[in-house]
């Protein structure tokens, strides 16, 4: 039986190749689209990748992921640009019906010298997913959208491996990314947290908030050591306006 991952990886590399086997992984009548700036169901999911195609695509795998029906991967698209992307799929009966993402136009390495995209990659300590999803949800209540910034060591490793492209590594550093302020206002607010899903060491965190005053999508992939969250990366990406949206689905 094909796992929900690679039917995930076989869907989006048919961006590429323009193999018309990967339609095949989707549900017709029941997908769901969450990128605002698709049409719904399969009409809009041929018309993207229409689109795409005279792009001369590069998709490109770096971490896949699967937790029951959903599978997830973090990955880097060339459109025409490079971006990192985190994609969600949900799947019933072997295909997807539900769909969100999160792309970012790719950073400069941050002032750790980190890319968005590097780090580590492997899967492990699979008997620790639901501990780990605990330990990510709580901190994502507590200090994201709570914003009880004096608990961040409780979660977060003192030598964090940092991959946000602005922020430093280290627990102090992304203590003072978040709460940094313009005009008393923050420059980053979790008000959100959507859905969590994880693998072994890694939990990914897709919420809702705003970033430098826009109402945005922010997507948080953790990795898991000792009992700590010892390893980050991110994308951030504006919720268009409701007028621009293609489908009625909402982001999340």
């Not at 049409?39 to 699967?66: C, H, I, W």
């Not at 970012?104 to 780990?132: F, K, V």
Request: with cysteine.
């Amino acid at each position: 039986m094909t796992s929900h991952r690679e039917l995930l990886q076989k869907l989006l590399k048919g961006i590429e190749t323009g193999d018309p086997e990967a339609a095949t992984v989707v549900n017709e009548a029941k997908y769901i689209q969450h990128n605002p700036r698709t049409g719904d169901g399969s009409p809009g999911l041929a018309e993207l990748f229409v689109r795409l195609a005279k792009t001369n695509p590069r998709v490109m795998f770096v971490r896949v992921f699967e937790d029951g029906d959903f599978a997830f991967a973090h990955n880097e698209y060339d459109f025409n640009g490079v971006e990192v992307a985190f994609e969600v799929f949900r799947f019933e009966d072997g295909q997807a019906v539900e769909h969100w993402d999160n792309i970012q136009i790719i950073q400069p390495p941050n002032p750790s010298g980190r890319t968005m995209l590097d780090g580590e990659t492997a899967i492990t300590d699979l008997g620790q997913t639901e501990t780990n999803r605990k330990l990510v949800s709580e901190f994502a209540k507590q200090v994201l959208v709570d914003r009880q910034h004096h608990s961040i060591e409780t979660y977060i490793a003192a030598d964090l491996i940092q991959h946000d492209p602005k922020t430093a590594d280290g627990a102090a550093a992304l203590r003072s990314s978040l709460e940094a302020a313009e005009n008393g206002v923050p420059m980053r607010a979790y008000h959100r947290v959507h859905r969590v899903l994880a693998e072994g060491n890694f939990v990914l965190c897709m919420s809702e908030g705003e970033k430098d005053g826009h109402h945005s999508s922010l997507y948080d992939l953790f990795r898991i050591a000792d009992g700590k969250i010892s390893e980050h990366w991110n994308t951030v990406s504006i919720i268009a306006p409701r007028s621009e949206w293609k489908n009625d689905n909402g982001k999340f």
